[in-house]
């Protein structure tokens, strides 16, 4: 991961390191989300600000309230910053 984004010294959220490869989850959390706004926000030619709002925006609470973990959509927060 710090490959990636070799700037970034924050600390990487564990999701990033133990979920899978495949790339077939369609959410992160919101921590991992975050940890990539500014390597997404260059990128895409973005503001932060920008990207941060978009990632609140797609970020999901826990199902009925109390069931699992807050999450991003990762398809949907990417259709978003692709402006559809």
Known sequence: MRTADPGNTAPVPVD???????GLDPHISPAAALYQVGRVAKARKLDESAVRRLVAQHT?????????????????????????
Do not use: H, I, K, Y
């Not at 990033?16 to 495949?22: D, E």
């Open 16 to 22: 990033l390191v133990t979920a899978s490869g495949s």
């Open 60 to 84: 999901e609470g826990r199902q009925l309230g109390f069931l699992g973990e807050p999450r991003v959509n990762v398809l949907m927060l990417n259709l978003a910053l692709d402006g559809r």
